[in-house]
């Protein structure tokens, strides 16, 4: 369609906020991700999509003309850490990403910048510096910025996600941007997210252990490429998990079958597990969506992701604030 919006998405993971600005209008001219496993899962999907392979850091625009002056730069990058709170060689990576991305506008010079990242990098005084380079680098450039945090949750998401997002648009357009207000009036919990596939292979207590599940889900976290196998996140998160009767430990390969007993107790070690794909749907991914590799690496791309309906969200915004007539 002519009148779609074109967009160059860096970072591009398992392609969730690509996902979500296609649904809201944006055609991708380019993605861009380092793993090749993230580019093969963008690839299992849009085969038709341009997807490359290459670090962030080494990507140069004049190679790909394709990409100068698009309507929007987006990045969903990795959590960046501050200074102050945390000296490690990957928070410097994730620091290094974001300046990256920053100096890329210089080159592409897009109407429109879209950050995705954790919410201290909005709120917290330790940012200050960060977002203070940040600002001053796009100001300089003609844009204005916004900066502001979503809750996955208030967009049908199940799961307690807060996201801090910075909007920055050419001056021009920026008068015309309102960060997106939700979409769902009430959330939607766990029971009711799993429910189905809970009872796909027939296990009788689908219906009760959906019934109990009636909060949305905490964060999912991919964690480190550094890190052992696949489990749901940190010591507190595991006590949220457990509240709902699930065993946040591990994934598990398949969903309850009709042998399963369901113990009822107290124990997480009794309880079941959540599969990959069960992961993938309370991140909002569409059903049909595939997420390639072994288990562990899967659940890895879905847990790093930007959930769909928040990218459509942050793209209908966009998309409006660009349509509208412009200020000199």
Known sequence: ???????????????????????????????????????????????HWNVVCEDLVDFLPDDHPETLDVDLLSAGLPRVKASAAVRRTDSEQELRLLTATIYLVHSIQPRALLLENLPALVESPAYADIRLFVEAELSHLGYRSCWFVLNAADFGVPQDRKQGILVALKKEWFHAFTPPVPTVDEHVPVGRALRRTMAARGWPDADAWAAQAIAVAPTLVGGSDNRGGADLG?????????????????????????????????????????????????????????????????YRQIGHATPPPVGRALGDAIATALGAPVHT
């Not at 991708?28 to 299992?44: F, Y």
């Not at 457990?242 to 124990?267: F, I, K, T």
């Not at 990959?276 to 690496?297: C, H, I, M, N, Y």
């Open 234 to 298: 940190p010591s507190g998160t595991k006590r949220a998990w457990a509240r709902m009767g699930v065993n946040a430990g591990a994934l598990a390969d398949e969903v309850p079958g009709p042998e399963y007993v369901w113990p009822r107790s107290d124990d997480p070690a009794r309880m079941p597990k959540i599969t990959v794909d069960q992961a993938a749907l309370l991140q909002s991914f569409p059903s049909e969506w595939q997420v390639t590799g072994r288990k562990t690496a899967r």
């Open 1 to 47: 369609m002519a009148d779609r919006l074109g967009f160059v998405d860096v970072c591009a993971g398992a392609g969730g906020l690509a996902s979500g600005l296609e649904s809201a209008g944006f055609s991708p001219v380019l993605l861009l991700d380092n793993k090749r496993q993230a580019c093969e899962t963008l690839l299992a999907n849009r085969p």
